[in-house]
T-cell receptor
Framework: AQSVAQPEDQVNVAEGNPLTVKCTYS??????LFWYVQYPNRGLQFLLK??????LVKGSYGFEAEFNKSQTSFHLKKPSALVSDSALYFC?????????????FGAGTRLFVKA | DGGITQSPKYLFRKEGQNVTLSCEQN?????MYWYRQDPGQGLRLIYY???????QKGDIAEGYSVSREKKESFPLTVTSAQKNPTAFYLC???????????????FGPGTRLTVL
């Protein structure tokens, strides 16, 4: 079965410092991986995705993620955090066990950026 | 602007009542989804529809029903059979151009349902 795990419920970082939000996955084939962000009482917004190609994927708002096949990870990173980055972040993987129409989401990691 | 709209934003229901949550998209997407979000948990799939007049149960379909009579609309009914319906409900869609597997989901702003 395909799955995705976010090992940290919460990440705290000071403004201006680099941030990392961790994600690991388990799939039976090539993974299609996604990161989304959710602000309070809002829907999710797409940040970036890895389908194929370069292991370093760049996305919206200065975020990037590194795909590591050997470690089955897809960590979200940003070189310099902003207070406005504080939000709930979800890692997700496309579920090909059910034909590719479903997405499996991690439990989410809450990011707090302190000024 | 293209996007997904959900209404109402907040909804209060008495126990034993059915209630319908609206989801409309003007993105011309074929696939649409309903998720439930509870505090501290990820998104759980209730129902999804790949095409008009067709839909499939997700992981937590019991106590919910849907219809897909039009491409743009995918309403969700929370029935009295749903034992714990208080949650944040999110609607989403995926474009199928280039293959839906590669595409990201677009989400609506959500409806917060509270059962009194």
């Amino acid at each position: 079965a395909q799955s995705v795990a976010q090992p940290e419920d919460q990440v705290n970082v000071a403004e201006g410092n680099p941030l990392t939000v961790k994600c690991t996955y388990s799939v039976s084939g090539n993974p299609y991986l996604f990161w989304y962000v959710q602000y309070p009482n809002r829907g999710l917004q797409f940040l970036l995705k890895y389908i194929t190609g370069d292991n370093l994927v760049k996305g919206s708002y200065g975020f990037e993620a590194e795909f590591n096949k050997s470690q089955t990870s897809f960590h979200l990173k940003k070189p310099s955090a902003l207070v406005s980055d504080s939000a709930l972040y979800f890692c997700a993987v496309r579920d090909f066990d059910t034909g590719g129409f479903k997405t499996i989401f991690g439990a989410g990691t809450r990011l707090f950026v302190k000024a | 602007d293209g996007g997904i709209t959900q209404s109402p934003k907040y909804l209060f229901r008495k126990e034993g009542q059915n209630v319908t949550l609206s989801c409309e998209q003007n993105l011309n997407h074929d696939a649409m989804y309903w998720y439930r979000q509870d505090p501290g948990q990820g998104l759980r799939l209730i129902y999804y529809s790949q095409i008009v007049n067709d839909f499939q149960k997700g992981d937590i379909a019991e106590g919910y029903s849907v219809s897909r009579e039009k491409k743009e609309s995918f309403p969700l009914t929370v029935t009295s059979a749903q034992k714990n319906p208080t949650a944040f409900y999110l609607c989403a869609s995926i474009g199928t151009s280039g293959g839906s597997s590669c595409n990201e989901q677009f989400f609506g702003p959500g409806t917060r349902l509270t059962v009194l």
